[in-house]
């Protein structure tokens, strides 16, 4: 069987739907390298899945005679493999997969596109971020990321955030899709009528791959389709519909319907009520409706916390109803027309800072140890003063990076930059350097030490004498052994 | 159909050499030998390894494509002692290839060839060719790898020269004219490579002792080197660094 969505994928720019603009700003750039190599030598093609973002980026190729390289989530994408495919091919001249010569003279380049590269990111693809920030730098050829979470890479990488084109694709109207869908359909030899080709696009909301994969499934093996054949499909995607529930608690003014949205709904009441939390306010204009909606919710987060405390979960069902039916009928008059509900700011400020919490804690269980107090006094007492001794004095920043073993990500957080700016980079440079200094003026290094020279992390072990500058003056030597105080940093 | 027996040494300078370029590749099998096209994953080196039925001990086969990966062929490889021989059998029903070493039985499932492209030996307008002992390129790439990480290769009437530049230091090798087996050569050409690319598949050059190069300017070097006794040849390309504009 072959998928639908390989057979009718578009493999020229114009035939993708949609997103007009987004493709002529992509074009625009691929032209640019026709003449020499761009300014921005990287693109990244944001947008939510399925609406296409592969497909262009593979049919510029195709439009432009490149080959492509292409690194999808399934390769392994560590630096080093990054490194070796896409780091390597970014700087030669190119074979096509044919075996054909081509030469950047010529205007005949390769395409890397580093699909999900929002994904690379994860534990086991460690480094792959530096990797393609340094790539990008140097490449001669053009460099596609494809992401769904902008964000996710950008707060990683000020390299890519500085270097690369940020190209947005939107979803496709529900009438290209069902055009599109029709015909497909029609190539296929399907009847379909025209309400169910727009209930398909309608429940893609945007997603041609999925609403593609829908039709595959009910039209393969049929020659006709009726309106029955959709109900074999299961319900997609529920961040999609808590707008919709959105719309029926806060529009419809119908109790029970929004009670069975909210059990309808993947979400718990726990994360629901910050859901309707956030949106009274955009929902409801009339200053009274949004104060008896917060105290029907004040009432619903009441259950929530008994619920928590008695962990009697019986009592959600008391929560639900409050904070559906009662914020549903705290209104006093109906509120008609498109409302923009938006996603609650407390969860995504949370899920935001959940990298730079991480990286909190773990700066502050090594303070603890060193500082002889528990975690949480290390955060709350001294990381303030230390973050700001930190900043202030150089020696004091160089000892405790070494004696703490702080990482870039750390040092980052200290220093409130990003782990791959030269802010960064000069602390452990400048630790190089001391290190180079204090061997140089000590006796012979032996052959292991000179080895391990090139990786500063490595180097410091807890139990490794603190260097020493060589202008100390000598008795401070002799004081080495009681030096476990942390801001005793010589 | 396809059946043979080999000698360890003779499929490990085969594996050595295809798998400088690529981890998985499609083996065509015709009455008359094997041969193995591919281009790397970067698009930057393409190989084109033909081993023709002389090379084997025994073999016999019709028109057949095996997907293998390298290192599985490598374990196999390790399994053989001194003396040893090799038998493959391409099992059709299964798509497998039985490997037998000694005692020891190795079934092995093919990989899908259908998305392997089969790159053909461009025709490249390659002014330059050289013939020269594979040791002396050997050690000047031996002396490059330390200073740089890309290499240049330079031919002109007088002999040629490959020249390594770092940011402090360089290396230099030149090999006049009476230190070549053959040089022709009427202007002088440049081209830079990664050194990596070239460094890997000189070290696979084992029983050849001379290598032919051709080369052009800012253009692909094609490296021609015979293995398995002459019973197999390679012709190696490799596409050149850009140089920054």
Redo the contacts between chains.
Sequence with gaps: MVEWTEKYRPRRLDDIIGNHKPRADLRRWAESWLT??PKKRAVVLMGDPGIGKTTAALALANDMGW?V?EMNASDSRNAEAIM??????A???????????M???DGKR?LIVLDEADNIFGREDFGGVRAIGQIILET?HPIILIVNDWYALRKRSSIIQGNALTIKFGKPSKSDITTLLRNISRKEGVEVPEEVLLKLAERSSGDVRAALKDLQSIAEGRDKLEMKNISALGDRDTSLTVFKSMEIIFQTGNCKRSRDTANNLDENPESLILWIDHNIPFAYRDPKDVHSAYEMLSRADIFLGRVRRRQNYSLWSYARDMMTCGVSLAKSREYRGHINYNFPLYLMKMSRSKGQRGIREVLGSKLARNAHTSGKRALQDILPYFKYLYNQDVEFRLSVTRRLNLTEDEVGYLLDAKPDTHHVRHVFDAMRKVDAVSRSGAAEPDEEEEKEEPKPKKRTHPEKEPTEKEEEPEEEKKDEKQQRNLFDFR | MFKAKVRPEVLKEVVDVVSTTVDETKITATKTGISI?A?D??????IDLTLSKGGFEEYKADDVALGVDMDKIKEVLRLAKPGDMIYMEHDEERNRLVFKVGNITRKMSLVDTTGM?E????N?NLPVKIVVKTDEIRQGIRASESVSDHIALVANPEGFEMISEGDTDSVNLKLGKDLLEELKCKEETRSL??LD?FSSIFKTISTASVVTMHMGS???VKLEFSIANEKGAVVY?L????E??
């Design positions: 020499g190599t080959q390289i070796s495919i896409a780091g390597k091919g700087q030669g001249e190119t074979f096509t997969d044919e075996g054909e010569f030469t950047t003279k390769k001669q | 096209k281009v994953p970067a698009h930057v080196a393409m492209s790159p053909k030996v461009p490249l490579f990664p690319y800012d253009y692909p390309l596409a050149p660094r850009i920054s504009e």
